[in-house]
C-alpha cells in the first residue's frame, strides 16, 4: 500500500514531523513501512514558462529559437520541437536543472546559437499521457489547459502537483482496514496523537428514482453479504482533474478516465473496491448477484476468454455475466467514451469465494487481493457516497435520486471481555486500566461493563489476546520493561538419542569415513540399479503428490543407492580409495494411506579401495563395541540380491536380532553404478543399534586367580559358521568361560569332502578361586558334549 502524504493530510495533519520519524513511528505501532520514496526530488529548477516569440534558426532547418518569460526574467532556448508555438506555457529547465535519470541541464550553443535551458516534454518529466492527457509524447508539454498566466515563474512540479512523499506500507493479511487512506490515517492519528477527521460524504442527488432504472437480486447471501448501487446519468466520460490524477500516480495507480479514476481513488480512500457499470449494456435493467453455470463463459475487461465453474460468483444482468464479483468486470459493460448511464457498484464479498476464483482464472487484482483478506461491510455505503460525492465534484454527471442496498444479514459486532489485570499479567507490564481505556478508544473500541466492542473494520479483535496486542503497540513496546524469566530455566541438553547420534559421528570420523548427505526425495528407478526384485517390501514407496520431476518423485525406503551414488560420483572423479557413510531417514508407508510414513533413521557406509570384507566387519565392530553391544556375531547371508552371495553377513545381536547388513556389493550392482573393483556396503538399523547400546561403565578387578585354556578342533560341514559353535561353546561353559576365540581352520582330504576343521581356544577362570582340573575337564567334557548334541558336530581324531 503506497500511501500519498499530501492525500493523508485531508485526514490528519503530521506535517511537523520529519518523514523518517514518521516511518519509524508507524512501524513500531504495527503498520510497518518498507520504505518512502521523495517524489518530484527529482526534477530541480524545472520552472512555468511562456513563449513569447518564434524565430527559425539561420543554420537549421528543424531548430527554432525560442523566447521565453519565466517570470522574473526573459531567456533564449533553442529547441527542435515542432509542436510550439507563441503564447504556450510550457516547462522549462533553467541551468543548472535537474531532471530524471540524471539529466543535467547546462547553457549551451546548438548551430553557433546561445540556448539558456531547455523546454519539457512530458518524458523528460517522468510523466506519461495518462498523467497528462492531451500532452504530445514526441513534443515539448503544452501546459495551456492546466496552468495559468500567474503560473508563470512557478515551480513547475509544484504547479503539476508532482512533489509529494509515498510512504511504502507491508499491510499484514490480518489488517486490511489499512489497505486505505483512511485506515492508514486513523493508525497515524493513534500513533502521533493527533486529531483524526473523516468527513461524512455529502451526495447531491438530481431528478429521477434509481427504482426507474435499476433491481438488484442477491441470489447467494452467504458470498455476498451486502450489495449497494447508485445509478448516474448523463454522465462526461473526459479526463480527471489534475489533483486527483496526481494522487492516484502518487499512489501506483495509472489514471484512465473520470469514471474509473473515481472508482480507483474510493479504493485507496476507503479500502472498498467498487466497479462501474455501462448502464446501456445491461439486459432486463436488473442485476443478479449469483453463482455461474458450470461451463459458462465470460471475457474480462483485459479481453481474456474464461470458461467459469458452479463455485464463481457472478454479477449478471437478466442474460449474461458482467463482472467476476469481487475479481474483474466483463468487456461486455465497460465504461466507454460513448458512455452515459452508468451503475456503480460497492459490494461486499466472501474473501474465501473471491480469492478462490481469482485463482481459478490465474487472475489476482487490486479489487480481489483486498476481497480475499475480508473486507468490511459497514463500509459500502460511506464508499458509494463519496463515489457520488466527487462525480458532483468533478461535474462528472447527475446522481440519480435513491440507491440500492442489499444487507439480508447484518454482520454483528465483535465483542471481547475486557479485564486489564488479566491483560497486564500477559503482557507482564503494570499499565493503568484508564490509559488502557484511552488506547482503545483513540483506536475506536468501546467498554462498557466490562465488555470491548471493537469497530466494524476490526474483525481482527476477536480474544484477550488480541486487545493486549493494540494495546502493548500503542502504548509502545519500548516502553514494556524487560523482566526475567519468572521460571527456573535450564540449560538444553540432548535427548539420549540425539547424543549418540552425534557420538557415532564422531565414531565413523574417526574410522576415516566421510559423511554424506542426500535428498530423501528418489526415482523409483534407482531400486533397479541395485537389483531388488519387483515383490521387494522397499518397492512400496511414499509417492510425492507435486514432484519436481520423475528423478524426485518417490520418499526413499533404503539409503543404499543414495550412498552408492554419491561413491560412484567419487569415483568418477578418478579418486583411488573413498569411504562415505549417511546417518539418515527412510519413509516406510503406513498401511492406513491416512496415516503418515514411519521414519526410522538407518546407517548405510561403503568404500572401495581401502580395504576388503574383513576391514568392513573390522569397521562394524568398532561401532558395536563403542555402542557396548558385547554379544553379537556374523552369520552368512546368502540370499540378499545386493550382496555378493558368498561375501555377505547379517549382523545378530542379543542371540536373534538382525541389525543390519554387512558385505560386498554384487557385482552387476556394482557395474550399475560404474565401479570395475570390488565395493564394500553396511547397512544398519540405527533405531536397533540405539535401542541394544549400553553405556553404563562397571568397574572390574583384575582378576586374581589364573585362567585354564583348553583347545577345542571340530569337524564340520563347510557351511557350519564359527559363530553357531561359539555361542554353544558360551551356553554350556557357563559363567566360567572368559573367552572364545576362532584360531584356526583347515580343510583336507583327511576330512572328507565337504569337511573342515575349526579350532577354539577357550579361556575358563572363576573369579574366587583357581579351577582344579577336576573343574576344567567336567566344563571341557560339557562342551564338547553340548557341541554334539546340539549342532551334530564332532572333535577331530
Known sequence: MNLSMKWLADFTDVSDVDIKEYCDRMTDTGSKVEGYTALGDDIENVVVGKILKIEKHPDSDHLQICQISTGDAERQIVTGAQNIFEGAIIPVAVPVAKLPGGVVIKPGKLRGVESDGMLCSIGELALTTHD??????????????????????????????????????????????????????????????????????????????????????????????????????????????????????????????????????????????????????????????????????????????????ANTLVIADEKKAVALAGVMGGANSEIKDSTTTVVFESANFLGSSVRLAAKAQGMRTESSGRFEKGLDPENTMAALNRACELVNLLG???????????????????????????????????????????????????????????PSYRADIENMNDIAEEIARIYGYNNIPSTPFKCEVKAGMLTPKQAYKARLHNVLCSLGISQSVTFSFVSPKTLDTINLPEDAPERRQVVITNPLGEDTSVMRTTLIPSVLGVLARNNNYHSDSVALYELGHIYIPNEDVNELPAEPLRLTFAFYGKGDFYTLKGMVEAILSDAGIARYRFASEPNNPVFHPGRCANIIARGFETVGTIGQIHPKVAANYGFDGPVYLADIDFEKLFSFSNFDKHYKALPKYPPVNRDFAFVCDKDTESGAIEDVIRKAAGKLVEDVK????????????????????????????????????????????????????????
Open 132 to 309: 497528462m492527457p492531451g500532452a504530445d509524447e514526441n513534443g515539448i508539454f503544452i501546459m495551456n489547459s492546466i496552468v495559468s498566466e500567474s503560473d508563470i515563474g512557478k515551480d513547475a512540479k509544484e504547479v503539476l502537483m508532482l512533489s509529494d512523499k509515498s510512504v511504502e506500507f507491508e499491510i499484514t493479511s490480518n489488517r486490511p482496514d489499512c489497505l486505505s487512506v483512511i485506515g492508514l490515517a486513523r493508525e497515524t492519528a493513534v500513533s502521533f496523537g493527533r486529531e483524526l477527521n473523516i468527513p461524512t460524504p455529502t451526495v447531491k442527488e438530481g431528478s429521477g428514482d434509481i427504482s426507474e432504472y435499476i433491481s438488484v437480486d442477491v441470489e447467494d447471501a452467504e458470498l455476498c453479504p451486502r450489495y449497494s448501487a447508485r445509478v448516474i446519468k448523463n454522465v462526461k466520460i473526459e479526463p480527471s482533474p489534475l489533483w486527483l490524477r496526481m494522487r492516484l500516480r502518487a499512489s501506483g495507480v495509472r489514471p484512465i478516465n473520470n469514471i474509473v479514476d473515481i472508482t480507483n481513488y474510493v479504493m485507496l480512500e476507503y479500502g472498498q473496491p467498487m466497479h462501474a457499470f455501462d448502464y446501456a449494456m445491461l439486459e432486463g435493467k436488473k442485476i443478479v448477484v449469483r453463482r455461474a453455470a458450470e461451463g459458462e463463459s465470460f471475457k474480462s475487461l483485459d479481453d481474456t476468454d474464461h470458461i467459469l465453474n
Open 742 to 797: 576362532l584360531f584356526d581352520t583347515y580343510v583336507g582330504e583327511r576330512l572328507g569332502e565337504g569337511k573342515k576343521s575349526l579350532a577354539f581356544r577357550v579361556t575358563l577362570r572363576a573369579a574366587d578361586h583357581t579351577l582344579t582340573e577336576e573343574e576344567s575337564e567336567k566344563t571341557s567334557a560339557k562342551i564338547v558334549a553340548s557341541v554334539e548334541k546340539q549342532l551334530g558336530i564332532t572333535l577331530r581324531g
Open 396 to 454: 462528472a454527471g447527475e446522481v440519480v435520486g435513491g440507491c440500492i442496498d442489499v444487507y439480508k444479514n447484518k454482520k454483528a459486532a465483535n465483542t471481547v471481555k475486557f479485564d486489564a489485570a488479566q491483560i497486564n499479567a500477559f503482557l507482564g507490564t503494570d499499565i493503568c486500566e484508564e490509559k488502557m481505556l484511552e488506547i482503545l478508544s483513540s483506536l475506536g473500541c468501546t467498554v462498557e461493563n466490562g465488555v470491548l466492542t471493537a
